[in-house]
């Protein structure tokens, strides 16, 4: 299997203060392996250290302490050689063609100029390749950049945030085509995000919260570490969630508790007898971080990681 495609061990970061905004720690002595052929997810909401992350996994900083390993090497040149990223904002001139991009970057990585045809044809843009990416959808300049990404026939590919801006179809749709290029290609991907319908794509999910790891399982293990059912209700019965001895969180106006089957039994007759409108549902991801930190995936920090150029890997 050899060595894994992303080793982290006790990696700090640090942002300076800058025009009145006060120095911070994005990243907390962060820990983790990405083993080779693993799809893994960094599920957090914005300012929880996930881009920060992804920034370094991408060779495009350097954490203040700790040690860094990308694909068996912790010299940035010789990682970079086997990386693709997608960038939150995609790397494309929307004033050349589709073909002028995936020249221009078969050019930067020496690459064959038929892989072009070939990453078209896998991405379904064959019939695209002469128009102009200013003309395109933003599902379709999403399969550009990603055909733009894998014209260097990447061992890791690094994807933050992909489908931001995207419509449920566009997303649905290219996260459809990443499962088929990960088990084409037996590829390692990483990837960002706050949407937990697209982490549960992944394999692997690791939620971050203010630079800190909180959890890292699989899905369905995540979810049933908080417990496989829930009821949901009004705050205001929340202590009957409480009396069962649920585990319970609060967001949105609504209570949310966790438990086995005989705890929700108990739950249920005594909110009917009290008149409570209240829904059964299965724990989601969401759930899950929402009991981990006590915070939604819709919450954020107003001090975001500064920007950094992008370049293509």
């Given at each position: 299997?050899?060595?894994?495609?992303?080793?982290?061990?006790?990696?700090?970061?640090?942002?300076r203060?800058?025009?009145?905004?006060?120095?911070?720690?994005?990243l907390?002595?962060?820990?983790?392996?990405?083993?080779r052929?693993?799809?893994?997810?960094?599920?957090?909401p914005?300012?929880?250290?996930?881009?920060?992350?992804?920034?370094?996994?991408?060779?495009?900083e350097?954490?203040?302490?700790?040690?860094?390993?990308?694909l068996?090497?912790?010299?940035?040149?010789?990682?970079?050689a086997?990386?693709?990223?997608?960038f939150?904002?995609?790397?494309?001139?929307?004033?050349?063609t589709?073909?002028?991009?995936?020249a221009?970057?078969?050019?930067?990585?020496?690459?064959?100029?038929?892989?072009?045809e070939?990453?078209?044809?896998?991405?379904?843009?064959?019939?695209?390749?002469?128009?102009?990416v200013?003309?395109?959808?933003?599902?379709?300049?999403?399969?550009?950049?990603?055909a733009?990404?894998?014209?260097s026939?990447?061992?890791?590919l690094?994807?933050?945030?992909?489908?931001?801006?995207?419509?449920h179809?566009?997303?649905?749709?290219?996260?459809?085509?990443?499962?088929?290029?990960?088990?084409?290609?037996?590829?390692?991907?990483?990837?960002?995000?706050?949407l937990?319908?697209e982490?549960?794509?992944?394999?692997?999910?690791?939620?971050?919260?203010?630079?800190?790891?909180?959890?890292?399982?699989?899905?369905?293990?995540?979810?049933?570490?908080?417990?496989?059912?829930?009821?949901?209700?009004?705050?205001?019965?929340a202590?009957?969630?409480?009396?069962?001895?649920?585990?319970?969180?609060?967001?949105?106006?609504?209570?949310?508790?966790?438990?086995?089957?005989?705890?929700?039994?108990?739950v249920?007759?005594?909110?009917?007898?009290?008149?409570?409108?209240?829904?059964?549902?299965?724990?989601?991801l969401?759930?899950?971080?929402?009991?981990l930190?006590?915070?939604?995936?819709?919450?954020?920090?107003?001090?975001?990681?500064?920007?950094?150029?992008?370049?293509n890997?």
């Amino acid at each position: 299997m050899g060595a894994p495609a992303i080793i982290l061990d006790a990696v700090r970061r640090t942002y300076r203060a800058r025009r009145g905004v006060p120095a911070r720690v994005a990243l907390h002595e962060v820990s983790m392996r990405v083993q080779r052929g693993e799809w893994v997810a960094l599920l957090g909401p914005n300012g929880s250290g996930k881009s920060t992350l992804m920034r370094i996994f991408a060779t495009l900083e350097a954490p203040d302490q700790g040690a860094v390993e990308i694909l068996g090497a912790s010299r940035v040149r010789d990682a970079r050689a086997g990386l693709g990223v997608v960038f939150q904002r995609p790397g494309l001139d929307p004033l050349l063609t589709v073909r002028e991009n995936l020249a221009n970057q078969c050019a930067l990585h020496a690459a064959p100029a038929d892989r072009i045809e070939r990453e078209a044809q896998r991405l379904t843009l064959t019939d695209r390749l002469d128009d102009r990416v200013r003309t395109l959808s933003g599902g379709m300049v999403r399969r550009v950049d990603l055909a733009r990404a894998l014209l260097s026939d990447p061992e890791l590919l690094l994807l933050d945030e992909p489908t931001a801006g995207l419509d449920h179809d566009a997303r649905v749709g290219f996260l459809d085509t990443l499962d088929a290029i990960r088990k084409d290609r037996e590829i390692t991907i990483v990837m960002s995000t706050h949407l937990m319908d697209e982490a549960d794509r992944a394999g692997r999910v690791v939620m971050l919260s203010e630079g800190r790891i909180v959890a890292d399982d699989a899905p369905d293990a995540l979810r049933l570490g908080i417990g496989e059912r829930l009821i949901r209700c009004g705050e205001a019965f929340a202590d009957v969630l409480r009396s069962a001895g649920l585990r319970v969180t609060l967001a949105g106006g609504r209570a949310s508790g966790a438990g086995d089957a005989a705890q929700l039994e108990t739950v249920a007759r005594e909110l009917l007898d009290r008149g409570a409108d209240f829904e059964h549902a299965g724990a989601t991801l969401a759930d899950v971080y929402l009991s981990l930190t006590g915070r939604g995936l819709d919450a954020s920090r107003s001090d975001s990681a500064p920007q950094t150029a992008g370049a293509n890997a």
